[in-house]
């Protein structure tokens, strides 16, 4: 499919660049690891090992940054001259942007959640974790296509923020108290005012540890905070899903929306996280430190959150089939058109097969899940398949006249733009930085883990 | 070790780091008292009355049909549903602590995960009384199954129902293989530690001949990760089966999709409760405070904050849908639910299920064994309230106000319900007698003698990245 | 650990089952076992009281097929599902139930995941019960009393004398080299069968039979015909005391339970004797006023509302003029056919007497059914009060206005 590989290309590097980030990577790595210091101890020994981005992130960033600019400027053509007054245009960048959105707060979820449970494998990942979900602030930039219209009450994809569309429609106008510009631009300060707060607080504090007498401090801090943060993580979420989602079709309501997204959060992060693992250590970054046993557990949770993705996916469609009520089923109706073979269902039935059982078969051996090669197959075609299911989700809101997919350059645009850009932006953030937690106190235990 | 005569089977034995034989020796010496302590006695004797109250209320319910309850139109579907969405859900933690927790390598579990097992067992049996007796003519149960009949007629396999039958069936089989498979090491302890014939006979039986050869032990912790692997999505469809039984209604207050998960995260809170209302007393009267340490105990209330706002959350969710999605009966559901006839229940339960284990927060608290008992029995409370307002509360006030009614238990309901405890009870206190109360094998694999901490299966080509000492 | 055996002189080589070595830590055991492997052992195995880390790779211990079995059993599962649920509600007695699909795939999805679970744990725990060899009643490390311990804290080693490498003195010597804490010769077990008892065999088939036994007589008792009638375990609902429509009862010479009224007779209550008030007449037609049992009040005329907005909107609308929700329905339908339900406001029914509207409820007129069921009388008398209301709102003058009002219109 062509939005595959607009991903795989922006995903990674071709290989001549690799070859010069490896020479520039390793000898700015040797200054850079004896930046981490204590904590050391019982497994493999980290200090040896290249912890920092060097210049195979000046490659990258240029590389994403240039991509994603050119895409984004692509698409925008594109949608200028669709004439529509960029409603296709508005539709993609939709599934662009929350496909990206996923990975973004995928990310934010993984580190509270790392830090809530006190997992101790994840400690060596943490950082990658953090610095994906410090890209909040840019996110929000980066949502700005698809904003600003509805602030201004003309968004021509979201039909309730505009004050006259809502007049001859009781439903609208009886959700207009939520359903409105002013409303959702609280909204939306407050969802990635928190996020950004929220990423800040996660990266600087890892951060401010590594080079902390008593790292344990901060690490309680971090813990404690986990709680709230989760709860407030999960609200979050949930509405911004429901109102950048949801709300295209204003007169549907499903109860488990948040819950359908947050899957796809953790589906893709954990799939994010596993290729930026792979291309950092081939470039000799982080490559004594995360080891196979790492890759496996991100394959076992890639594992699971497909499974939990079809769960969600299922119980939603499931009890709104069997209860058959009009008000409900429209939604589902839409994406089933043409059956199995043909329009909307053939998309339908592309996810069921393509994010479901099929991954489910690929991802169930262990030695799938350790190998690197394979993981990062599953990986990529998991993130591809997210970024299916934000289109199944976005774009039959195109209307009753486009009876399939319509795939097109628009779309490839907006999603290598939106991509590229926010991992330029990873890596930007990244420069300098230790990929990795030196200081944390349960760092030998996430080095040395064995698997199951 | 001291000779029986020495010490008192039912204390914690003297202070130093868990040996093997320490472990060994405080589990085991509950199975070769000649007597369980009196605090069994006492309990059992309140146990089997109160079994005998349950016996005595469903036969009479048998005997004289389903009227004798307060089942009623509009609330057609009342206790009996109640009390087993109840037992099911408490069923579930236990299925967690074993399999999930083992899956994410939680060593904590070891200590309880055996009781925490068998109180699943116990529950889903509680829980399957209700659907065998509520059906009005219990002789009938295998029009249910897949059995040819005269009648040339199968199960309708459209039914939540029928998916039920499946569901529930299938959990406790898998909670029994999986309970018992785990269990052949410890039996095989018992045997060799017995004290009579009888008792050497028995356990020997039961464990097969197990004589902890490595090859065995290759293949057991195969089959244990494999069953730990099919029992978490297991336990996730169980309960989410059990909640398509209100949500695939129309019903406004039974039909949401977040149902599924709703009702996952909610038995996993209400199972918790019960692990620790079990726990407590069984760690005080069982000596074994070091075993099942207060550590273990505040993990378990972790589990509980966690889970009790998944389930707020999910309360949230609903509520707030139910405004947005402008359906006027949703809405009024919910209005219904908080200031209607049955609000009292609803407050009950937002307490019991929101409020009071926020109190979980402080550390003191959730590290108190007192507090972790009231608490958890609180939340019992408050998530048999959950599915009594779920249920009972949308059946009074559907659609149509020409249809509205009130329902008022009877005493044979409070009876049966009740008396569903003393089947629990009294399964639960033979099982601490009887059976090993605490996984021995695992809890010292995972002592700090027992070699590291972690799961030890190697995968052959692995082993060249292992760095052995 | 069984019966006593004869005291032997000392134990000849044809006579030795294997050495049997004892460890106090899990990591000797471990560093025991690399030696022993290394040695080239093949008949020799370790034991303790839980799995020891690292053992597998210390032994050698090849990963078991036991995953295979269990995906093999899961595959089974579900394709059970999939068959049984198509054939039994699709194919051999296709049900439909509230309009689904007559295989209704999403509806059939929990039970293929249940069974797919429930055929791979039961697979699971037999295979590894198989492929264990258990239940092993006996063995010859039995008759060792120390071995007794490792279920509790201890761990053995045991090299076979059938392994092609044992030799009494080097086996012994290389034993010695892992520093175990005691060696034992472990003897062969001659005396205690290591099979099962035939007595116990044959009882547990018996037993297996006999317990079929109640089974098959009930299959057989299903699929039999008899012309006896069935016996009643719970008296109450299947025989209870009161004649049912169509059945028998004796007191009656024809012998039915069901009869008609008696000739002549009116049940106490019902004698209706009042036409003005139950049937709308009189003096020899219809009424042209209301009874007086019926208060022409703001209560009636409010239950009046009421009554018609639950029974005769659906048709005849809110306003009376005929378009209520149903004929809206079939007007769009347009099967045919159809006619519109009378508009109450026109003047031909404005000027019929409120007896034959009270008529026109009870007995119904042309395609209206009758609602003298539905509706007693007083409710039908507070529905022509405000059908006349209906009616004066349609056909009114200015001088029906109130004066206050009249400016509002202009």
Known sequence: MATEKGKQDAGKQPTKSAEKADGGGSSGGSSGSSGGSGGGGQGPDYTADNIRLGAAGQSMFSMAAGVGALGLAAAVGLGSMAGDGFRRFSLSYVTAFMWVLTLGLGALFWVILQNLVNAHWSIVLRRVGELIAAQAPLLAVLSLPIVVPIFMGNSSIYIWSNHEAIQHNHLLEHKAAYLNPTAFLIRFVVYFGFWTLLSRFYLNSSLAQDSSKDPKVIMGKMRASAGPAMIGFALTMTFCAIDLLMSLDPLWFSTIFGVYYLASCVLGNNSFVALVAMWLNKRGILSKSVTTEHFHDLGKMMFAFTIFWAYVGFSQFMLIWYANIPEETGWFKERFEGGWFGGWGMLSATLLFGHFVIPFFGLVSRHIKRRRPTLAFWAVWQLVMIYLDMYWLVMPTIGEHTPGPPFALVDLACAVGVLGVFIAGIALRARNLNLMPTNDPRLPKSLAFENI | ?469 | ?410
Not at chain 2, 329 to 340: A, I, Q, S
Not at chain 3, 185 to 212: H, K, M, N, W
Request: glycine content about 8%; proline content about 7%.
């Open chain 2, 1 to 469: 070790m001291a000779a029986a005569s020495d010490f008192n089977p039912f204390q914690a034995p003297p202070k130093g780091d868990n040996t093997f034989a320490q472990i060994t020796d405080n589990v085991t010496r509950i199975m070769e008292a000649p007597k369980p302590p009196r605090a069994w006695y006492i309990a059992m004797g309140i146990a089997l009355s109160m079994l005998t109250m349950f016996l005595g209320s469903i036969t009479w319910a048998a005997w004289n049909g389903i009227g004798v309850w307060g089942n009623m139109m509009p609330v057609a579907w009342a206790f009996p549903i109640v009390n087993f969405v109840f037992w099911i859900g408490i069923g579930h933690a236990g299925t967690l602590i074993s399999a999930v927790l083992f899956l994410f390598r939680q060593n904590w579990r070891t200590a309880i995960n055996r009781f925490a097992e068998a109180m699943t067992i116990f529950a889903v049996m509680c829980a399957g009384v209700f659907p065998g007796v509520h059906i009005g003519r219990p002789w009938l149960p295998y029009y249910m199954m897949p059995i040819p009949n005269q009648m040339g007629m199968w199960p309708q396999y459209r039914s939540p129902l029928e998916w039920d039958i499946f569901a529930v069936s299938t959990y406790a089989t898998v909670s029994i293989l999986f309970w018992y498979m785990g269990m052949i090491p410890d039996f095989a302890t018992f045997r060799d530690r017995s004290t009579s014939t009888v008792k050497r006979l028995a356990y020997g039986i039961v464990a097969m001949g197990w004589r902890g050869s490595s090859r065995q032990w290759h293949r057991y912790e195969r089959a244990y990760l494999i069953l730990a692997a099919l029992a978490t999505p297991l336990v996730l469809s169980v309960h989410s089966v059990v909640s398509f039984d209100f949500a695939t209604a129309q019903l406004p207050g039974w039909h949401a999709t977040i149902f599924p998960p709703y009702f996952v995260a909610g038995a996993i809170f209400g199972g918790f409760a019960m692990v620790v209302t079990l726990a407590v007393p069984a760690r005080q009267f069982f000596g074994l405070k070091r075993i099942i340490t207060i550590r273990h105990l505040e993990l378990m209330n972790k589990v509980m904050i966690a889970t009790g706002l998944l389930v707020g959350y999910a309360y949230g969710m609903e509520f707030f849908i139910s405004w947005y999605g402008g359906s006027s009966y949703e809405g009024f559901t919910f209005v219904n639910r908080l200031f209607g006839p049955y609000s009292w229940a609803y407050w009950t339960m937002i307490s019991c299920n929101v409020i009071f284990p926020q109190l979980f927060w402080f550390k003191n608290i959730r590290t108190n064994v007192w507090a972790t008992l009231l608490i958890g029995m609180i939340v019992n409370v408050g998530m048999w309230f959950e599915r009594f307002v779920i249920i009972c509360t949308s059946l009074t006030r559907d659609f149509l106000p020409s249809s509205w009614g009130y329902y008022v238990p009877t005493k044979f309901d409070f009876m049966t319900l009740g008396g569903s405890f003393g089947l629990f009870f009294t399964l639960f206190l033979l099982f601490c007698r009887y059976l090993p109360m605490v996984a021995m094998s695992e809890v010292k694999a995972f002592s700090p003698a027992g070699g590291h901490a972690r799961p030890h299966l190697h995968h052959g080509h692995d082993d060249a990245a292992h760095a052995h000492h």
């Open chain 3, 1 to 410: 650990m069984s019966a006593d055996h004869k005291p032997q002189a000392e134990p000849t080589a044809a006579e030795l089952h294997g050495i049997l070595a004892e460890y106090d830590t899990p990591d000797q055991l471990v560093s025991a076992a690399k030696q022993v492997r290394d040695a080239g052992f093949e008949k020799w195995d370790t034991y303790s009281p839980f799995p020891v880390h690292g053992i597998d790779a210390a032994m050698g211990i090849k990963m078991t097929i036991l995953p295979w079995l269990t995906l093999g059993a899961g595959l089974t599962g579900l394709a059970t599902a999939i068959t049984m649920q198509w054939w039994m509600n699709a194919y051999d007695y296709p049900w439909l139930i509230s309009g689904k699909p007559i295989w209704s795939i999403p509806a059939n999805v929990p039970i293929m995941f249940e069974l797919t679970v429930l055929f791979s744990a039961i697979t699971t725990l037999v295979g590894m019960l198989m492929l264990n060899g258990l239940p092993h009643p006996s063995h010859p490390l039995d008759l060792v009393k120390r071995f007794g311990r490792v279920t509790d804290d201890k761990f053995f080693l045991l090299i076979q004398a059938a392994d092609a490498k044992f030799d009494e003195k080097d086996t012994r010597d290389l034993i010695d080299a892992t520093h175990p804490v005691a060696v034992e010769s472990v003897l062969e077990d001659r005396v205690t069968p290591d099979t099962f008892p035939p007595g116990l065999i044959y009882g547990l088939i018996v037993v297996t039979c006999g317990a079929l036994v109640p089974v098959a007589l009930a299959v057989k008792a299903r699929h039999s015909k008899s012309d006896k009638p069935r016996i009643h375990l719970i008296q109450d609902m299947d025989a209870q005391p009161k004649y049912k429509a169509q059945r028998e009862n004796p007191i009656f010479a024809d012998g039915r339970a069901d009869r008609e009224a008696l000739p002549g007779t009116v049940a106490v209550g019902h004698l209706n004797e009042d036409d003005h008030f139950y049937r709308g007449r009189a003096q020899g037609g219809w009424a042209r006023t209301f009874p007086s049992q019926v208060d022409l009040s703001e209560e009636t005329m409010a239950r009046g509302k009421a009554r018609f907005g639950i029974y005769c909107t659906p048709c005849h609308g809110q306003s009376g003029l005929g378009d209520g929700m149903v004929h809206k329905r079939a007007d769009a339908l347009a099967q045919g056919g159809w006619i519109q339900p009378t508009n109450m406001t026109q003047e031909y029914v404005r000027l019929q007497p409120v007896g034959e509207l009270f008529n026109t409820i009870s007995n119904g007129v042309r395609n209206m059914p009758a609602y003298a069921a539905q509706i007693p009388p007083e409710d039908r008398w507070a529905i022509i009060m405000y059908v006349r209301a209906l009616q004066r709102s349609q056909a009114g003058s200015l001088n029906d206005v109130p004066e206050s009002e009249r400016g509002s219109l202009k």
